[in-house]
């Protein structure tokens, strides 16, 4: 017996599918969203306005501190 299984990823907006997954950081907390091409699309056009007005943040994220073992 043979079985397959299929993953869908569906837009977290409105259900509809394909959607891909998108990365994006607001006040400091970083998300993921599934989105489909035209939801992707309205979030860069709505996000534009700010991007353009924006400046890269060139502080490094703070990073983990693994305790070394002796």
Same mark, same amino acid.
């Given at each position: @017996?043979?079985?397959? !299984? &299929?993953?869908?990823?569906?837009?977290?907006?409105?259900?509809?599918? =394909? +959607?891909? %997954?998108?990365? #994006? +950081?607001?006040?400091? *907390?970083?998300? &993921? !969203?599934?989105?489909?091409? +035209?939801?992707?699309? +309205? @979030?860069?056009?709505?996000?534009? =306005? #700010?991007?353009?007005?924006? &400046?890269?943040?060139?502080?490094?994220? =703070?990073? &983990? *501190?693994? %305790?070394?073992?002796?």
């Amino acid at each position: @017996m043979v079985s397959h !299984i &299929r993953e869908v990823v569906v837009d977290d907006l409105d259900g509809h599918s =394909p +959607a891909q %997954p998108v990365a #994006f +950081a607001y006040q400091g *907390r970083r998300y &993921r !969203i599934d989105l489909n091409a +035209a939801n992707l699309a +309205a @979030m860069r056009r709505a996000l534009q =306005p #700010f991007i353009d007005s924006a &400046r890269p943040d060139t502080t490094l994220t =703070p990073q &983990r *501190r693994v %305790p070394r073992t002796r």
